[in-house]
Nanobody, 124 residues
Framework: QVQLVESGGGLVQAGGSLRLSCAAS????????MAWFRQAPGKEREFVSG????????YYADSVKGRFTISRDNAKNTVYLQMNTLKPDDTAVYYC?????????????????WGQGTQVTVSS
């Protein structure tokens, strides 16, 4: 079992930056592949970025590549999402998720644990 708590969301103007954090507790954090998803109103939850236990394998959705950076600190049981050059289309609730398997990394059903989400709103 692992519990995930996101923080760092907020309201920002287009072109601005935010840094999301996801703190994990309850299990061996370094055992998990971690990911960020987002869900906008009326849309399906979509994969944003993922990182393996060592940080040696990192993945991004095409829509955020070059603007977002995922990282993790296993000593602090935390995964981060640095979001730069934000656009109004990035507005969504952002969730972190954890899994021990990565067979279909971009599928929400792959993930066993989810945080409660943090709202990111980008104004134009």
């Amino acid at each position: 079992q692992v519990q995930l708590v996101e923080s760092g969301g907020g309201l920002v103007q287009a072109g601005g930056s935010l840094r999301l954090s996801c703190a994990a507790s309850g299990s061996t954090f370094s055992s998990y592949f971690m990911a960020w998803f987002r869900q906008a109103p009326g849309k399906e939850r979509e994969f944003v970025s993922g990182i393996n236990w060592s940080g040696g394998r990192i993945y991004y959705a095409d829509s955020v590549k070059g603007r977002f950076t995922i990282s993790r600190d296993n000593a602090k049981n935390t995964v981060y999402l640095q979001m730069n050059t934000l656009k109004p289309d990035d507005t969504a609730v952002y969730y972190c998720a954890a899994t021990t398997q990565t067979s279909i990394m971009a599928a929400p059903t792959t993930y066993d644990y989810w945080g409660q989400g943090t709202q990111v709103t980008v104004s134009s």
